[in-house]
């Protein structure tokens, strides 16, 4: 008899805190949706990890002990959180053993990886998730997420006369197909996984973030009319955080791999 779940003591929610700001709302709604899946699974005891965190990653929202796995800490030290464990290394060569954690996240990384790595950062991913444990992976995906890099890669051109960092390289190593990426991760989590697709992030809520925040449409009225407040930060995360709607920018793949056979 296969049972569905490990039998483990579950806590009411994952200990969470949002402090919210105009600079990082783009990453609270990307972390949100993410611990809202892992709170089905949530135990105290839980081990996980994150690949490509950087040196926050996901404990800048979650109070719990995380692994991260990332080749350059260094670039995104003004996010560093004591909750972090930092292990140097490539995604498509995790320095886990295998079966070694309850619960892997990946947000936002594997579209910055070339092509022909992708599957294998997936591979990766699921060959160190335990029996039981979940796996969910972020990233922006078809022709409508392809076409808001655009818009708003030309968009910051326009404005600050440089290239946006992260839109402009989605635009050159060309962003992952969602089909295929869950095509991927079906074969390496074996035919008793399950795997499903989640849209996040509607284009229409992209592009009011993306418009205030990051092209500042409508400064200097914003500062004046105290949009770059934290009170505004957070009246508008509540509003997106529940936003529903297609087509999407981003993509969310979940696989649960399934305990061995009793």
Avoid at 154 to 165: I, K, L, M, S
Wanted: overall charge positive; some cysteine.
């Amino acid at each position: 008899m296969r049972r569905l779940y490990p039998p483990a003591p579950v806590a009411a929610a994952p200990p969470t805190t949002f402090r919210l700001t105009s600079r990082n709302l783009d990453t609270a709604l990307r972390y949100h949706a993410v611990l809202e899946l892992l709170a089905e699974r949530w135990r105290d005891d839980l081990e996980i990890l994150e690949v490509g965190s950087g040196s926050g990653g996901v404990t800048e929202f979650l109070r719990h002990p995380v692994t991260g796995v990332d080749p350059a800490f260094e670039r995104t030290t003004e996010r560093a959180s004591p909750w972090l464990k930092k292990r140097a290394g490539s995604a498509t060569a995790l320095p886990a053993a295998d079966a070694s954690f309850d619960a892997v996240l990946s947000l936002e990384m594997i579209e910055h990886l070339q092509a022909g790595d992708r599957s294998s950062a997936l591979s990766e991913m699921v060959r160190v998730l335990r029996p039981g444990g979940r796996l969910i992976v972020t990233f922006p995906a078809g022709a409508e997420a392809e076409r808001l890099d655009r818009w708003l890669n030309d968009r910051f051109r326009a404005r600050r006369g440089r290239e946006h960092p992260w839109a402009a390289e989605h635009l050159r190593e060309g962003l992952p197909d969602v089909a295929e990426m869950a095509g991927a991760l079906a074969r390496a989590g074996g035919p008793l996984a399950t795997v499903r697709v989640v849209d996040n992030l509607p284009a229409w809520a992209f592009r009011v973030e993306h418009g205030l925040y990051t092209l500042g449409f409508g400064d200097p009225f914003m500062t004046l009319a105290g949009l770059r407040t934290r009170p505004v930060a957070r009246a508008l995360f509540e509003c997106l955080r529940r936003a529903r709607g297609r087509p999407a920018y981003r993509a969310v793949l979940v696989l649960d791999k399934p305990l061995a056979p009793a």
